[in-house]
């Protein structure tokens, strides 16, 4: 053996006891049983059916193990290679590299790529060529197919890299929507990445169940169907048997899953899993039967839509300092009629800093910008006024083609929020100053069995009635008198001059029982009427009016009282029924209509009970007085 040769600076040995003439008439192989001290190599070489491979026209380089270097592996993996000829064959080719590539290229490489498809590195260190750990011992064995380089230890190359989630579904074969889908909205370059991940895939024939309207406006959508496939991933590797614990999990759309056991079927929401622990190199797949679609983003609620539109900052700061803002992020329904930013602004100067410096004052203000209900526009300008959670109510009329509530000009409608409407006014509207003397009003339910639906109560002068024997009753008294809601009726008393204060009870008043509101009236002619529906009749109602006390001074107090009964009267709006199938409320249920036959058409002073019909006459007649009013002036 020569000890040592030059080659560009670097000292390689080399190997003389092969003649060169015969290693170069002969190929590799040959070359290699030739030298001796290879049998092990050659032996797995034909082991691993790469013998004719080596034989050929090449050119190959080798990176060449010793016996000594195939002795010093463990006897069990050198075992496990000759009885597994496709690993050894991967061992074997990551030992070629195509080419031949002699001593003086190879010390200019950091690395070369062999026959396996992996590459070795190559690095020089203190004059010494080492193949990935291996150290170069002899070069340039010349043979007619190429060249060896003789090393002093077996390559062994490194693992396969577990296939990645998207590799793992791809090779499955039964996810090419989920992959097709992943694609198209780049998310399969985010499930190769670390992770981990665990993914509920949907097979194709969950894609297939999907309505094809909806698959392809997911295709033609790629935000939206990036929110679908980011509902089938959760951050981290979650094994079946962690899955199988939890209630739900939140995923990367941030909406959770959630996840229940039935009949020992998991069910990730409506979904069944199908398959577990499908493992992956950055995670882990559980397949599942159906695609999973997020519940929609939940509406923004008013508070939310009004800080959205940027023009509503300083009732939102109103809302903040008095906690209406809590209020109106509530269910609701709320209609809130919002003054712009430049409402306030357009103040008398030193209102806004007053009102932010009382917050009791502030507050009664801002509910009388909010109504109870959603009221879209149209419903809105059906109305003569609405009632605000200020206790007052609000004038609704149009002029000119705009439409104002009070003095504010309504300039925009209907922006919809999750728990009601805004309508955008150009001005802050007031409350009305409370005028008038303030009068208790006590109604008494004088029945032993009749509901009385929430009574309206009206304040006005004496020169007119709410309700006229002998003529029809209107639209909204109808209404009153059929269905026990007053509000239509209010507002049409609600514009008339002679009127002062209209409202409306929010319960009902039982057998017995009583009810007290506070009316406010003006005048040495005022009259106070209560109006409201007997609920077991098909169109009868009590009303009475009663003049409103004079206001007496009793020892520096007020003090005067005026009492009154209140009558049943026929609405003449429906036919009259005593049996239970005609009558819409209790004490028969609510199933009742009245019998398409004709009414009388005008109002008269009820009859009451005719001996006809389900209902007990000695419990439910109602001609006669029916209730007892009680008026008196407050302090």
């Not at 104002?404 to 802050?428: K, L, P, W």
């Not at 204060?501 to 003006?522: H, K, N, W, Y």
């Not at 009013?629 to 407050?634: K, M, S």
Request: net charge negative.
């Amino acid at each position: 053996m020569r000890k040592l040769s030059c080659v560009s600076g670097i000292i390689l040995l080399s190997v003389l006891s092969i003649p060169s003439a015969f290693a170069q008439d002969n190929d590799i192989v040959d070359t290699a049983i030739g030298a001796g001290s290879f049998s092990t190599l050659v032996t797995a070489v034909q082991a691993a059916g790469l013998e004719d491979a080596l034989r050929g026209e090449g050119p190959f380089t080798v990176f060449a193990p010793t016996d000594d270097a195939f002795a010093a592996l463990p006897a069990e993996t050198l075992q496990f290679l000759l009885d597994n000829p496709d690993d050894l064959q991967k061992v074997l080719l990551y030992h070629v590299v195509s080419g031949e590539v002699k001593a003086e290229t190879v010390v200019g490489l950091s690395s070369a790529e062999t026959l396996s498809g992996k590459s070795v590195s190559i690095t020089v260190v203190d004059g010494t060529v080492k193949i990935d750990e291996a150290t170069v011992v002899a070069t340039d064995i010349l043979a007619s197919n190429g060249v060896i380089h003789v090393i002093d230890t077996v390559l062994i190359p490194p693992a396969d890299p577990e296939p990645n989630i998207v590799e793992v579904a791809t090779a499955a074969g039964s996810f090419n929507t989920l992959i097709t889908a992943l694609e198209l909205t780049g998310l399969d370059s985010a499930l190769m990445g670390e992770g981990p991940f665990t993914v509920f895939a949907p097979t194709d024939d969950a894609f297939a169940a999907v309505p094809a309207e909806t698959l392809q406006f997911l295709l033609d959508n790629p935000d939206e169907l990036s929110k679908v496939l980011l509902y089938h991933v959760v951050s981290g590797e979650v094994k079946a048997e962690t899955v199988v614990g939890l209630d739900s999990a939140e995923t990367l759309s941030g909406k959770s899953v959630s996840i229940t056991v039935v009949d020992g079927t998991v069910k990730i929401n409506d979904a069944n899993v199908i398959a577990t622990d499908i493992e992956a190199s950055n995670g882990i797949i559980h397949v599942i039967d159906s695609v999973l679609i997020p519940p929609a983003d939940a509406e923004p609620n008013i508070v939310e839509v009004a800080a959205a539109a940027g023009n509503f900052d300083i009732l939102l700061t109103a809302l903040q300092l008095t906690g209406l803002d809590e209020a109106l992020m509530g269910d609701g329904p709320f209609t809130v009629f919002a003054p712009t930013d430049e409402a306030f602004e357009n103040l008398a100067d030193g209102v806004l800093d007053s009102l932010i410096a009382d917050p009791d004052t502030l507050q009664s203000i801002l509910l009388y910008h909010v109504a109870d209900g959603k009221l879209t526009a149209d419903q809105v300008l059906s109305r003569n006024q609405i009632p605000m959670l200020q206790g007052s109510r609000a004038a609704i009329k149009t002029d000119s083609g705009s439409a104002f509530i009070e003095n504010a000009r309504i300039t925009a409608t209907d922006i919809m929020a999750s728990n009601g409407v805004i309508h955008v006014i150009d001005s802050v509207i007031l409350p009305p100053v409370r005028r008038g003397v303030a009068y208790e009003v006590t109604v008494i339910n004088a029945t032993t069995h009749h509901v009385f639906t929430p009574p309206v109560l009206v304040s006005h002068h004496s020169s007119i009635s709410p309700f006229e024997p002998g003529q029809p009753a209107s639209p909204g008294l109808t209404r009153l008198a059929e269905e026990g809601d007053g509000e239509d009726y209010l507002d049409e008393l609600f514009p008339l001059d002679q009127v002062f204060e209209v409202q409306r009870g929010q319960d009902p008043i039982l057998p017995g029982m009583r009810a007290t509101f506070i009316v406010r009236a003006s005048g040495p002619s005022a009259e106070i009427s209560v109006l409201g529906m007997l609920a077991s009749t098909n169109d009868t109602f009590f009303a009475g009016t009663v003049g409103a006390p004079p206001v007496v001074i009793v020892n520096g107090a007020r003090g005067a009282a005026t009492r009154g009964v209140l009558h049943a009267y026929d609405a003449g709006t429906e036919f009259n029924s005593e049996l239970c199938a005609h009558i819409p409320g209790p004490p028969c249920g609510n199933a009742g209509s009245a019998p398409e036959q004709d009414p009388e058409g005008f109002i008269t002073l009820s009859k009451g009970i005719q001996g006809v019909g389900d209902l007990d006459p000695i419990n439910y007649n109602w001609n006669g007085p029916v209730a007892l009013i009680r008026i008196r002036t407050l302090n």
